[in-house]
């Protein structure tokens, strides 16, 4: 932030809305959270976990039935 450089491309992460982004204590790691499933009554939501530096996809955390609103290391 305080050099305001961008270090990370953006992320497509597959969420119709992204509600919540937290990185990991050590930087290694980003968290995102939101709505999976478009507006169509259903609430399939998950957690996802990139790699801070390459972008890539790491994990999914799936099984929430509400959106994901908050993110806590």
Request: negative net charge.
């Amino acid at each position: 932030m305080e050099s305001r450089e961008t270090i990370l491309a953006s992320i497509k992460t597959g969420h119709d809305e992204v509600w919540a982004v937290a990185y990991s204590p050590d930087m290694s790691l980003i968290a995102t959270g939101g709505r999976d499933a478009p507006h169509t009554g259903k609430h399939e939501s998950s957690i996802q976990i990139w790699d801070a530096k390459t972008s890539k996809l790491v994990a999914t955390l799936k099984g929430h039935t509400q959106e994901v609103t908050c993110l806590a290391w």
